[in-house]
């Protein structure tokens, strides 16, 4: 089906002061059967916590409220974030927070509460659903801070510029596989759903979105990289480093950031070949490269 793309407002809340990116042309999502597919994406949420980021004009909302067990929606705009409390006022399940999505408080949202729970006993939360139509412009930050707070989420299902969701889905080899694609398919299963088009959304956009699942699923322990938050990060910036610039390949993208000796022998033992770009390798790939140079420094 084709697609387009519903759009929050970027304003920060706690500065009261519009980002410097498009100013409040929200595009909001108008068809019911597609607003459906969305919520079933998530599946039964009767049980589930759902976190819904940028819910605008409430029509997943209406339809979260019916069915989660706790519902948590987080809306930049302060006018949208009234509507929204006003007409679900009589759900005692639903909580509209007026936030940006990037400065909320994960831990103190989905964490231990104070007072709660016993010494000794590892807190092990119930992992949160999580639905939204994220802004094409920092739909990385947003993917980005969810992944860094994954161990709180279990689904992400997430409307994205079709463009975007292209990146996201990538396979490894192709032109639009990066560093989102990468990080991405590190921290989950990523599916296709549908895609929406213009026609889909009040008042129509210029361009088509695609619903995505994502489906937490941590890479880090089969691609011997688990045990330590500074290897994990250590690997993201690795990452990082590798997509620099994707014209380029990899030898000259991590020359400046590691001893030429280190990465001339590094690169040997995983078989990676110097003029080889970033995007042609797999993650098994890239990571057996960040282990050796590791182990390297190590050494």
Known sequence: MPG?????????????RPRLK???????????????????????????????????RGMLTSLLAKRAR??????LDRV?????????????????????????DFDSLFGPKPGLGRPGIEFKPQPAKVV??????????????????????????????KEVADRIAAAPGGRDYGLLSATAQLHARVERLITLPPGAFSPPPEVYSTVLRL???????????DGDARIEQGFIDFLKFSFAQKRKTLWNNLKSNYPQ????????EARVKPTARAE???????????????NGGDS
């Open 215 to 225: 489906t937490i699923a941590p890479r880090q322990k089969e691609l011997g990289l």
């Open 4 to 16: 387009e793309k519903r759009v929050n407002v970027p304003k920060v809340v706690s500065a009261r």
């Open 132 to 161: 939204g139509n994220l802004p094409y412009y920092i739909t990385s930050d947003i993917l980005l801070r969810l992944f860094e707070y994954a161990k709180y989420f279990e689904t992400l299902v997430i409307m994205v510029q």
């Open 80 to 104: 949208l974030a009234a509507q929204l409390r006003l007409r679900l006022g009589m759900y005692s399940n639903v909580e509209v927070i007026e936030a940006d999505i990037l400065s909320v």
């Open 280 to 294: 042609a390798l797999t993650l098994e790939e890239s990571a057996a490269l960040f282990r050796a140079l590791r």
């Open 261 to 268: 000796a280190l990465l001339k022998s590094a690169l040997v």
């Open 22 to 56: 498009p100013k409040l042309g929200q595009h909001f999502l108008a068809a019911d059967s597609y607003a459906a597919q969305i919520v079933d994406a998530l599946g039964n949420v009767s049980q589930n916590t759902v976190l819904e980021i940028g819910p605008g």
């Open 70 to 75: 706790r519902l948590i929606a987080v809306e």
